[in-house]
């Protein structure tokens, strides 16, 4: 499983969502992915990996966003506070002994 979890210390959840047109409506919604784990850990989803593929490794870019870390407070109650940056994710899928 994926190491992400999207809350915050006041269970805020730190998925934004995209909106989307009239004519997407009844798609499912888009929003922004917080770490490249998600799309890289779906590579293989429903697949069978032979063992000879193995170890297989891949390497993911993403921009990611995050609630501003620290103390929030009631100065501070309804603005948007949200780091963005580049991260680098190393995925690998291995045989277990």
């Not at 297989?56 to 009631?74: I, M, N, P, Q």
Request: glycine fraction near 8%.
């Amino acid at each position: 499983s994926c190491g992400f979890q999207p809350r915050d210390q006041n269970d805020e959840q730190q998925i934004w969502q995209v909106a989307q047109s009239a004519k997407d409506e009844g798609k499912p919604k888009r929003s922004l992915a917080a770490t490249a784990e998600i799309p890289l850990a779906g590579l293989y989803a429903s697949k069978d990996v032979r063992e000879q593929d193995l170890p297989d490794k891949v390497v993911g870019t993403s921009r990611c966003y995050r609630a501003e870390a620290g103390s929030r407070g009631v100065d501070t109650k309804g603005l948007y506070r949200v780091h963005e940056f580049t991260k680098v994710e190393m995925f690998a899928w291995t045989d277990s002994p």
